[in-house]
């Protein structure tokens, strides 16, 4: 599976972006996906999961209410709305993918893609 990151930007606090994360290569199904960032001399951390029938998903405490993570299974796409953007969001934002359940560790996961720069102004 690769996977292709977009969407990411400039915005000033407050306001909102979309981000996109288009599979390809084989088959999307039973895969669940997930976005984790990494910001500055900082590991990366979590953010949000969704598993293959989008039927769960599950958030880091900072960003609930404020992010919301779908999927598009015919499109094989995965999606991260981000509102209410603040200057702490600020980072590199990677889709992931992986067989079966979701997990919040980023070890779990087998697939990456190249991250998309996502920089909040105060």
């Known amino acids: 599976v690769q996977l292709q990151a977009s969407g990411g930007g400039l915005v000033q606090t407050g306001g909102s972006l979309r981000l996109s994360c288009v599979a390809s290569?084989?088959?999307?199904?039973?895969?669940?996906m997930a976005w984790f960032r990494q910001a500055p001399g900082k590991e990366r951390e979590f953010v949000a999961a969704?598993?293959?029938?989008?039927?769960?998903?599950y958030y880091l405490g900072s960003v609930k209410g404020r992010f919301t993570i779908s999927r598009d299974n015919v499109k094989n796409t995965v999606y991260l709305e981000m509102n209410s953007l603040k200057p702490e969001d600020t980072a590199v934002y990677y889709c992931?993918?992986?067989?079966?359940?979701?997990?919040?560790?980023?070890?779990?996961?087998?697939?990456w893609g190249q991250g998309t720069l996502v920089t909040v102004s105060s």
């Open positions: 969704i598993n293959w029938s989008a039927g769960t998903t």
């Open positions: 992931a993918a992986k067989v079966g359940g979701y997990s919040t560790s980023v070890y779990q996961y087998d697939y």
């Open positions: 290569g084989r088959s999307f199904s039973g895969y669940s």
